[in-house]
C-alpha cells in the first residue's frame, strides 16, 4: 500500500474524492505537479478545507501548484470552504456555470449579502466571497460543449472540457433564481440546497488514453434538452469514453440514466460517490446502489454510512430532546472520507485505489 | 447592547419592528409601551426591553437565552436603519450576587479597596464604588470598565457591571460602521459575554467556599 | 447537570427583583414613587442612560420614596407616566444546556427536518432531527416557517422564584428584516456592479 502522504508521481494522474457525508470535494492531480480542485468541503476541524488539508499535507505548494478552481454549484454540500480554497490558490482561474452569468444570479447575490446574517452562512455567501476576491468575476464561465483548460505535452494533450449546463437549461435557470429572489421579499430565508440542480456543470477530463467523467450533481430531466438528456446529444469523440466516474448527485435515480452507462463509460468502469444526508433521506438508498452495482463491479463510497448517532450529551439534554425528536435524530460526520485513485498518465497501468479514513467499496 | 448615534426615538415603536419582520405580530400586539414620544421610546418585549433617545439606543434582555435573538434584533435594526449616523456601541454585563454573611459583604469591599490609607480622614471608611478600566485580552474595544458597589436592589449585595466601549471611526461609512458593529458583535460579544461571567466567577469564588 | 457551587446558588438566587417605580411628568418636572426601597439613580443608569448626577431630590421614608426630579428636555408637554424598563424582566433566571442554530432543510405536513449548529461549540458534529412545526409556540411563526427557515433551539434550566427548577425548551425563529423599498433600491445598485464585474452590460 502506498504512503498515504507521498504525492504522486509527476506522470501519474490522480482522482481523489472526499467527502464526509454532507458535503463533496474532488481533488485532481492532472500532470507534473499541477493540480485541478472541484467544489468543497470542510475537513474533520470544520473549518479548513479539505482540499487544502490534503494537498498541504503530502506537500504540494497550493499558491503555486493548483491551476482550476471549480465550483459546479452553489449548494452547501459542494462549496463549504471554497472561497479559502481560492484565496489561497492564487496561482488559480476560478470557473464556475454560465447559468449564474444573469442579472438575475447578481441580483440573488446582492439580496442575501444585505442580510448576511446566518451564523451558518448558506453557499451563496461562499460564492459573493469569492466573487470579492476575484475582482472581475469567475476567469472562466462554463457551459455544455466548452473548453476550459488545454495542455499539450510532448505529442499528445489534456483537456478539461464542460458538458452542461444546456443552453435551455441556463434560460429556465434564470427563472428559477428570479423565483428564489420573490420568496425572499416576504422574508430573509436561507437558500435551499435542492434545486436547481440541473445547472450543475459536469466536467470531462480527456487524458492521452483514458478519460475521467466528474458528474458533479447533474439530475435527468424530462425535457430532451435538459440535464443528462442535452449531455447525452454532444458529440463526443471516441477518446472521450471514460473509465473513471464520479458518479452523479450522490447516486440518487434521478442523477441515473443508462445511457450515460453505455455510451459515455467503459464497462465497469471505476466509480465513486459521496453519499447525503437530508431529514430522514439519505442517498444512495438501497436500491440506488444496486441499481450502480448493476453497472460496475468498482463501487466506492466516501464513507458509510452517511449518518452517525448523535453523540451523547448531558442526561436533561437527551431527554428534552427525545421528548421533541423521539428516535428521528442522528449526526453528521466531521471527518470526510477519501477515495484516491492513481495511474500513469499514458493508460499503462489500472487505477490504483486507496481507500482511506472510512471510505469503502459499497 | 447599547448604540450611540442620531436616533429618532418615535420610530422605535413595536408595530415598527413588526413590520421591518424583526419581531411577530404578536409579540409586538402585547409589547408594553410605557413611551414613544419625539424624545424618547421605551418599551417591553416578552424578552426584550427597548429604551432609545436621540443620542442613544439601548437594547437589554435578562433572559440568557435570547443572547443571540438580541444581536440579531441589533443588527436588524441598523441594518434597516442604514442612514442613522453612529458614533459608537457596547456591549454591558450586569449582576446583582446576595451575601448571606454580612462579614464576608464587608470583606469584599475590603479587598477591593484597602481602607488604611483612608483611615486617617474618615472614620468608618466604605467603599460606594469601584470603577476599574483597561483592555480585555483580545479585544478590539477601546476599554472594558468593571464596575464594582454595593447593590442598590439587594441587602448585603454586590452589584458588578462590566462594559465594554468601542467607539467607531468618523471616516468610516456608515455602511462600514454597520460592518464592524456586526463583525464585533459576532466575534466578540460572546467572548464579551463568557469574560464578563468569568470576571465574576473568580472574583466572587473565594467568598463563597462552604 | 452538576451541583450549583456556592456561588452559582448566590447569583442564582439574587436576580435583583426591580422595584416596580412610576414616574409622573407634569412638565419639565417628572415625579416617581416606589413601593419598595429601590434606589431611583440605578433606575435611571439602567433603564435611560442618564448617570447619577442628573439632579435628583428625593424624600424618602421608610418603604417609600417620594420625589421629583429634573431632566431638561425631556417630556415638556403632556403628562407620561414610565416604569423602569427592567420592571417585568428578570421574573426568572435560566441556566442554558445547549443551543442551536436550526436550519429547516425540509418539510413535510407538519414535520420540518433541521440540521442543528452547536452555537457555543461551532466545531460541535452538526446534528440532523426531524421535528413537528407544532413545537413553534406562535400561530404566525408556524405558518411562515418553510425549506430555508433560520430557528434557534434552546433547552435548559430555568429556576422560578420559590426555588423550583424546571427543564425548558424553546424553538423561535431567527428574526431577519424584511427587504423594504430603501433596501432594495440598495440591492439593486449592488447587484448593478456586480453585472458590470460579470461584463453582463456589455451584452
Known sequence: MRNRLAQPKEDEVEVSLFGPGYGECAVVHLYAGEWLVIDSCYGEDRKTPVALNYLQNIGVDVEQAVKWVIATHWHDDHIKG?????????????????????????????????????????????????????????????????????????????????????AATITNGHREIASMIAKQKNGIKRLPSTNPNH???????????????????????????????????????????????????HGSHNGHDDRIWNEML????????????????????????????????????????????????????????????????????????????????????????????????? | MVLLGDFNPPILAPHWLFSTGLTSKSEADEAKVDVIHPEFSNFQLSWAAI????????????????????????FGIITVLEHIPLRAFGFNYSVHVKFNDIEVWHRFGHDCTPKAIWSDYLEK??????????????????????????????????????????????????SEKRKEIETAGSSEYPEFLKHSKYVVQNLLENYFKE | MGTSTPLEKAIDSSAPDPPPITFQSDGAELKLSTTTGGKPHQVLTSGYGYSSDTAIKLNGDNGAIKGTLRLPNLWDSEQSK?????????????????????????????????????????????????????????????????????LYWTIGYERRRGGQRMRFTEIRPKRLPKIDHTAQLKINMKARKLAEKFGLDEE
Not at chain 2, 125 to 132: D, E, N, Y
Not at chain 3, 94 to 103: G, S
Open chain 3, 82 to 150: 414610565v416604569k423602569t424598563m427592567r420592571a417585568d424582566l428578570d421574573s426568572f433566571k435560566r441556566v442554558i444546556l445547549q443551543q442551536w442554530e436550526a436550519v429547516v432543510d425540509s418539510k413535510d405536513g407538519d414535520q420540518m427536518s433541521m440540521r442543528l449548529f452547536d452555537l457555543k461549540d461551532k466545531y460541535a458534529p452538526v446534528e440532523v432531527v426531524t421535528i413537528s412545526v407544532d413545537e413553534l409556540p406562535q400561530e404566525e411563526d408556524r405558518r411562515n416557517t418553510t425549506v430555508g427557515s433560520v
Open chain 1, 199 to 249: 445547472l450543475s456543470v459536469v466536467i470531462q477530463l480527456v487524458f492521452p488514453n483514458f478519460a475521467v467523467l466528474l458528474g458533479g450533481d447533474l439530475q435527468k430531466d424530462t425535457q430532451p434538452d435538459q440535464g443528462w438528456n442535452a449531455v447525452l446529444k454532444l458529440e463526443r469523440p471516441q477518446n472521450w469514453q471514460s473509465d473513471c466516474y464520479k458518479i452523479p448527485h
Open chain 1, 82 to 166: 471554497l472561497a479559502q480554497v481560492v484565496n489561497k490558490a492564487t496561482s488559480a482561474k476560478f470557473a464556475c456555470s454560465t447559468a449564474l452569468k444573469c442579472q438575475e444570479f447578481c441580483t440573488l447575490i446582492a439580496t442575501m449579502d444585505n442580510f448576511s446574517l446566518v451564523e451558518e452562512s448558506s453557499g451563496i455567501n461562499e460564492l459573493s466571497e469569492i466573487l470579492e476576491i476575484k475582482d472581475r468575476g469567475p476567469d472562466q464561465w462554463l457551459s455544455e460543449n466548452s473548453c476550459f483548460f488545454r495542455k499539450s505535452l510532448s505529442d499528445s494533450t489534456i483537456e478539461g472540457h464542460a458538458l452542461s449546463p444546456a
Open chain 1, 266 to 362: 467503459y464497462p465497469s468502469p471505476l466509480s465513486m460517490l459521496t453519499p447525503w444526508v437530508r431529514g430522514s433521506k439519505d442517498l444512495p438508498t438501497k436500491d440506488d446502489v444496486q441499481r450502480i452495482k448493476a453497472k460496475t463491479d468498482k463501487l466506492f463510497t466516501t464513507v458509510w454510512p452517511p449518518r452517525v448517532s448523535a453523540r451523547r450529551k448531558m442526561p436533561a439534554i437527551d431527554r428534552e430532546m427525545k421528548a421533541i425528536a423521539g428516535k428521528k435524530q442522528s449526526a453528521l460526520r466531521n471527518k470526510p472520507g477519501h477515495i484516491r485513485a492513481r495511474r500513469k498518465i499514458n493508460g499503462e497501468s489500472e487505477w490504483e485505489i486507496q481507500l482511506l479514513d472510512g471510505a469503502r467499496a459499497l
Open chain 2, 125 to 174: 471608611p466604605g467603599m460606594r464604588s469601584l470603577v476599574i478600566e483597561g483592555k480585555r485580552q483580545g479585544a478590539t474595544s477601546k476599554r472594558t470598565q468593571i464596575k464594582v458597589e454595593p447593590s442598590p436592589e439587594i441587602e448585603t449585595g454586590v452589584h458588578i457591571h462590566i462594559n465594554e466601549h468601542f467607539v467607531l471611526d468618523n471616516e468610516k461609512t456608515e
Open chain 2, 51 to 74: 429604551a432609545c433617545d436621540k443620542t442613544r439606543l439601548q437594547i437589554e434582555t435578562s433572559d440568557i437565552a435570547k443572547e443571540f435573538e438580541l444581536r440579531d434584533m441589533v
